[in-house]
């Protein structure tokens, strides 16, 4: 049990690469999310974070985990546009979908970085397949504990399913028919 959890924001997305409809966090519950916050023009992101978030997309079973790429740009907005962002895309042949976050007020902090809490990129959020933030850490990550953060994330799923009115399965309180007070 989690003490003080954050039920995760939905995003504020003006633009999808990669995917054919809009990705939204409520039809995504029962299953392990994760958002990793990038500029192209970052050199973490460039060099770890974007290739750390295509391995999990290469790795993790898309029925467990779902893997969403967020370009939050809060600075040189004439450089990184979604035009820009398309041919780095296509460049790094990343596959994993990307959002471009909403723009903030006047160029300021994109939307969903600032709901979020972002304190700049790369940014890894973890979301559980209950809808709450597990993690959310600035910087450069160890791709073994995130993997085994994964893991754990993915079991923990398993073994409390969420169905799609988002009744918990093992509740005792509840049967198909029914829930009990």
């Not at 959020?125 to 600035?138: E, L, N, T, V």
Request: with cysteine.
């Amino acid at each position: 049990m989690h003490l003080n959890r954050v039920l995760a924001p939905d995003w504020h997305i003006a633009q999808w690469f990669n995917t054919d409809q809009s990705l939204h966090l409520s039809n995504l519950r029962g299953k392990v999310v994760i958002l990793h916050a990038f500029q192209m023009l970052c050199p973490g992101c460039v060099i770890h974070g974007l290739p750390q978030t295509q391995k999990i997309y290469n790795t993790f079973d898309p029925n467990d985990v779902t893997i969403i790429g967020l370009h939050t740009v809060f600075e040189h907005h004439d450089v990184m546009t979604p035009q820009a962002l398309d041919a780095f895309i296509h460049e790094y042949r990343y596959t994993f979908p990307i959002g471009v976050d909403q723009p903030g007020e006047r160029l300021g902090i994109p939307m969903t970085m600032g709901i979020y809490g972002m304190r700049g990129t790369p940014s890894l959020i973890m979301i559980d397949h209950k809808g709450y933030i597990h993690k959310h850490s600035f910087g450069r990550d160890d791709d073994m504990k995130v993997g085994a953060d994964i893991a754990m994330l993915i079991s923990e799923a398993k073994a409390d399913p969420v169905t799609l009115k988002g009744e918990y399965l093992n509740d005792n309180r509840c049967d198909q028919e029914k829930c009990k007070v």
